[in-house]
């Protein structure tokens, strides 16, 4: 149980174009969805967090209009990623968790995204 | 305010040896901590969590750790290395059940044979 799946799992896009990341719990409804960027070699960075029904809660130096987070149900929640540069060039990750998981969160398997 | 420091950016260990991953923590409430390993483009797996019950927690793939809140440390051990060891792992930090979890730095582990 507790699986969630992103898509795409590795995405190349030209300078300027946007590009969408779907994040979904698969066996349990998801209350709240985090969103991570990773950098290569290093840690996870927060980007946001999302709960269903509600605006995102974007981590401070986090551009909220370059990227785009809706958590439309309690299984999916999309990352667009607008107008993007090379510099957006990225690993993220979605995480998501449910009420009584005791703070456990359930990972994708992350997208890559290149930006050309 | 929480932050989680693993020492040791890189560990490397033999085949059958002790694995020790050392995670300190900060945080001004009693935490939740957790342990996840993540091998080359994927997401995060759970090895193991402490949520205030035993302080001793045995994970998957042999793999414990201990929570000791005198030292403010949650080190994770494994007795004998296998190669399928090697990953990046990392230590996190939350508050309370549901909220985002403060990551620490991360352990890349590479096992000789």
């Known amino acids: 149980g507790a699986v969630v799946s992103q898509h795409p799992s590795w995405v190349i896009c030209k300078s300027g174009t946007s590009v969408k990341i779907e994040c979904r719990s698969l066996?349990?409804?998801?209350?709240?969805m985090f969103w991570y960027r990773q950098f290569p070699k290093q840690s996870l960075m927060l980007m946001a967090t999302?709960?269903?029904?509600?605006?995102?809660?974007?981590e401070q130096g986090v551009e909220k209009d370059k990227f785009l987070i809706n958590h439309a149900s309690l299984t999916l929640s999309t990352l667009t990623v607008t107008s993007a540069h090379p510099e957006d060039s990225s690993f993220y990750i979605c995480?998501?968790?449910?009420?009584?998981?005791?703070?456990?969160?359930?990972f994708g398997e992350g997208s890559r995204l290149t930006v050309l | 305010a929480q932050s989680v420091t693993q020492l040791g950016s890189h560990v490397s260990v033999s085949e059958g040896a002790l694995v020790l991953l050392r995670c300190n923590y900060s945080?001004?409430?009693?935490?939740?901590l957790f342990w996840y390993v993540q091998y080359p483009n994927q997401g995060l797996q759970l090895l193991l969590k402490?949520?205030?019950?035993?302080?001793l927690v045995k994970g998957i793939n042999g793999f414990e750790a201990e929570f000791k809140k005198s030292e403010t440390s949650f080190h994770l051990t494994k007795p004998s290395a296998h190669m399928s060891d090697a990953a990046e792992y990392f230590c996190a930090v939350t508050s309370a059940a549901g909220n985002k979890l403060t990551f620490g730095g991360g352990t890349r582990v590479l096992v000789k044979p």
């Open positions: 402490y949520t205030s019950a035993a302080t």
């Open positions: 999302s709960n269903e029904g509600s605006k995102a809660t974007y």
């Open positions: 945080s001004s409430v009693p935490p939740y």
């Open positions: 066996d349990f409804q998801a209350t709240t």
């Open positions: 995480s998501a968790t449910t009420e009584g998981t005791t703070g456990e969160l359930f």
